[in-house]
């Protein structure tokens, strides 16, 4: 049969598959006589017809021989489908892992500088994915699986993965840019009773100064404002071996609050594993290990005996509160926020003895 000099230029990629069997049912041939033919096994041109082998060049020179289509035709049905489907898959791909990036805070890291705002779907991806220095969505799974992570929990609120990732991920910025010795257990415990007497300390500047005292032991201290979506207070973990991370949000804007947060993290940080993420998130607050993180923190800002002895004092007053926080060596605020945690005043009673903070804009 002589070869046609038809052109193909199809509107749409079209399986060669297809257009063999258009071939063969306008001559009437089985796929076992076309096989005989070409000199094929009849497996081979029914998984091309399938869609499941390639149309190869010396194939493609049968076919044309046999049904008088030119090759060059041939490989081109079938480069155009099999680019055609490469291109589908990278579309998919690309539309799965914008949908993917825009469950992050995106508006929120542009506004924080993150990154400048994403110019496309392909963009944003990209710039999510050199923001967590990770160079897939797959890679991004793997280095920021929560299999590991414990929560401590509070029951009213709830907070997404994208978001405690983003978080942590910029506690990690900040904490990379902090010169911190080696890791140092026994330095550290003594730093933290240091940092004890300072929470009754104008807030700025005891924060500084918790900061040396940490970094001097090998550990890093970030304070890293909230995402939306989340509800953290603080989180504890390790960015090396000989570096740990205590990083708190001040969600309860209060001086106490973020204390007591640091001295919980502190607690993960000084008897918990070095492989675990501990996140002061919301869904249930029952973990041995939560629970020593609480006790510890509890008992090193007010020791048992003398929690026992202001928690049966009535009435309680200001200046009951003041006094006793003066003896202890701590801001009477902390006291306060105890006190009403445990219910043993009103949670409307004694805030002017509770210092208020705000993050700068």
Known sequence: MSKSSYKWKPEYPIPPGLVLQEHLEARGYSQAEFARRCGRSPKL?????????????????QFEKVLGLG??????????????????????????????ARSFPIRELVKRDCFSQPE?????VSKLLAFFCVASRDAWKSKYSYAS?????????????????????LGEIEAEQQDCAPYNKGQFQKAVRRIRGLTHE????????????????????ALVKPLKKMALS???????????????????????HLWFSFFHE???????????????????????????ANEWASNLLVPKAAWKQIAQVSPLSAKVVKEFAKEQGIAPGIVVGRLQHEGVIDWSRLNNLRVRLEWNS
């Not at 603080?234 to 106490?256: E, I, M």
């Open 45 to 61: 041109i029914s998984e091309i017809i399938a869609g499941k082998a390639p149309l190869e060049a010396k194939t493609a020179l």
């Open 71 to 100: 090759a060059d035709i041939w490989i081109g049905i079938e480069s155009q489908y099999r680019l055609f489907l490469v291109q589908e898959a990278e579309a998919k791909k690309v539309e799965a892992e914008a949908e993917w």
């Open 120 to 124: 496309s779907d392909a963009d944003c």
């Open 149 to 169: 992570v414990a929560y401590r929990h509070s029951p009213k609120f709830t907070s997404s993965e994208e978001a405690i990732a983003t978080w942590l991920r």
């Open 202 to 221: 104008p807030i700025g500047n005891a924060l500084q100064q918790t900061q040396r005292l940490c970094n001097e032991a090998g550990v890093a201290l």
């Open 234 to 256: 603080g989180a504890a973990w390790w960015l090396s071996p000989r570096k740990a991370v205590v990083q708190l949000t001040a969600r309860h804007k209060t001086a106490d």
């Open 266 to 292: 502190a607690a993960h940080v000084l008897l918990h594993s070095k492989r675990a993420i501990f996140v002061d998130e919301k869904n249930g607050n029952d973990t041995k290990q939560e629970s020593e």
